[in-house]
């Protein structure tokens, strides 16, 4: 069996040093001499031209194109499924020690590159330098994290000894499958979803977010180089009103995983649900939906650390993240007191373009923009304006970091996923009141907890429904393996990606019984 180091988080960069910098900057430079570029498809290990691309632009200068990738049609996505499957006859039968040692190859690979792909992101997703860097770093550790748990898979399973008879329970890969991930963690999410089937021996057809192409297409690259056979992996852009509901649709698929929207998750787990003519199995679903994240902060907390967790969780990457916290409930008594302090530090964040290093980066494309938009004169029926309002998509697609106050908790604004930077404050009479608005909303992804009483920790423990909850820190930035991340209810099937399980919803068992 490979032996590996145990399992460490890739560390991230410290831009305070001049060395660092300077190395981020030169990649930069390395990174726009590449714009305009055209990604084909990549199927059987052939780059594939296709008659119509999708540009890929700068959020901060969206006039600015970053590259284009090919446009897949449904015949691309069926001709993907034939090749896949063919792939598989062999990829399934490899040592798993061996499909590890890829996942490991494109992990140093991708360790000596690591902040050209940073600058890609600053470029393609308008990321900050730091959200950039945790986003390579993020998806360095996959690979690695996903390397060391297929070995407990190379074994058979847990099973009791019977007289006379040799029994062994088999982990065996289930086929082909689709990968359909976001734009908001371009690198990171895109090679654990593509990486976690792949290790313990199915194959994937990736087909990456529209505004986020290029970013992917470069993860291909990277995969082949480091030996991935051709077919395993397939690089499939596209619409995915088109080739993504084709290949969730298509009898050939075998399992599905997605990142993205409530609406689109929920089409996607009932189109996959429903058996077509020649499908032999049950589609294996593994969806994450995002969610309406609340910080719940009492009159016991620690308001200088609070206020700071609550901005970095709302504000980071300009709050487009499902972890992201989009409702902050103040017990009454100290209300007054953290706000003022919250507010003082949102102002105090410059909104700008992820090249130039600003907090607040711009939005991902008009779509956003305009939504983001449209929720902040909700906001402004709903609530007191207390920072931000003012959005500007005349270079880029900008909107400063928004906070609204005394907002009730079934307004629009304190419900509605918004996925942008805007805050509402919701007030509590108690800790009691303030967990009962916690838990109502259909969402339950992250949420936070600023106390310290430790009876209300441990209420929280139990209480607070959402997949990850952080105590008396941000409740963003969730790392492999130390917190496995994935939420319920309307926020997905909590399936805990980088997570000790996570490889188990790409395998079957199978059950060996020989009497001697």
């Not at 995915?240 to 995983?257: A, I």
């Amino acid at each position: 069996m490979l032996k590996l180091t145990p399992f460490k988080n890739e560390p991230f960069t410290d831009f305070s040093l001049p060395e660092n910098k300077k190395a981020y900057e030169d990649a930069l430079a390395k990174v726009r001499a590449t714009l305009g570029r055209t990604y084909p498809l990549v199927i059987g290990g052939k780059r594939m031209e296709t008659k119509e691309t999708i540009a890929s632009t700068n959020p901060a200068k969206h006039s600015e194109v970053v590259g284009y990738t090919a446009k897949a049609t449904k015949e691309d996505a069926e001709y993907a499924l034939e090749v896949a499957w063919k792939a598989w006859e062999d990829w399934k039968t490899w040592s798993m020690d061996a499909r590890a040692r890829i996942l490991v190859k494109a992990a140093a690979i991708l360790r000596r590159r690591k902040h050209e792909f940073s600058a890609l992101m600053s470029l393609e997703a308008g990321k900050s330098w730091a959200e950039a860097d945790a986003d390579t770093a993020e998806a360095i550790d996959f690979l690695e994290y996903y390397a060391r748990q297929s070995m407990k898979y190379a074994v058979p399973g847990e099973t009791h000894d019977f007289p006379h008879e040799e029994n062994r329970l088999h982990h065996i890969p289930i086929g082909v499958g689709v990968s359909i991930s976001p734009w908001n963690f371009p690198f990171a999410i895109f090679t654990g979803m593509l990486a976690a089937p792949i290790v313990v021996g199915n194959c994937v057809i990736a087909k990456p977010a529209e505004d986020t192409g290029v970013i992917a297409a470069w993860v291909v690259d990277v995969m082949l180089e480091a030996g991935l056979p051709e077919g395993v992996l397939a690089f499939l852009p596209g619409l995915g009103e088109e080739v993504g509901d084709y290949l969730v649709k298509h009898p050939k698929t075998r399992f599905v995983t997605f990142t993205g929207s409530r609406q689109v998750g929920l089409m996607i787990n009932e189109n996959a649900a429903k058996v077509q003519p020649g499908q032999k199995w049950l589609k294996r679903v593994v969806l994450e939906m995002g969610g309406k994240d609340a910080l719940i902060v009492d009159e016991t907390a620690d308001l200088d650390e609070a206020a700071t967790a609550a901005v970095q969780s709302a504000f980071g990457f300009a709050g487009q993240k499902c972890s992201a916290m989009s409702r902050l409930i103040v017990v009454d008594e100290v209300h007054d007191a953290l706000i003022e302090k919250v507010v003082e530090k949102t102002k105090a964040l410059k909104v700008g373009s992820g090249e130039e290093n600003a907090n607040v980066t711009p939005l991902v494309n008009a779509e956003s923009f305009e939504k983001v938009a449209r929720y902040i004169e909700i906001g402004k029926t709903e609530g007191k304006l207390l920072a931000g309002g003012n959005v500007d998509n005349s270079v880029g697609h900008f909107v400063e970091p928004t906070i609204f106050d005394d907002v009730e908790p079934g307004a629009k604004v304190s419900q509605d996923e918004i996925f942008g930077p805007v805050v509402a404050v919701i007030r509590a009479k108690n800790f009691d009141e303030a967990l009962k608005i916690a838990n109502g909303t259909e969402y339950g992804l992250t949420g936070g907890v600023f106390t310290k009483k430790r009876e209300r920790i441990e209420r929280a423990r139990t209480e607070f429904e959402v997949g990850n909850l952080y105590i008396n820190r941000k409740i963003t930035g969730a790392l492999v393996g130390v917190q496995p991340f994935g939420g319920f209810n309307m926020s997905g099937t909590d399936s805990k990606a980088g997570g000790p399980n996570y490889l188990e919803y790409f395998l079957q068992l199978k059950t060996v019984a020989e009497r001697y």
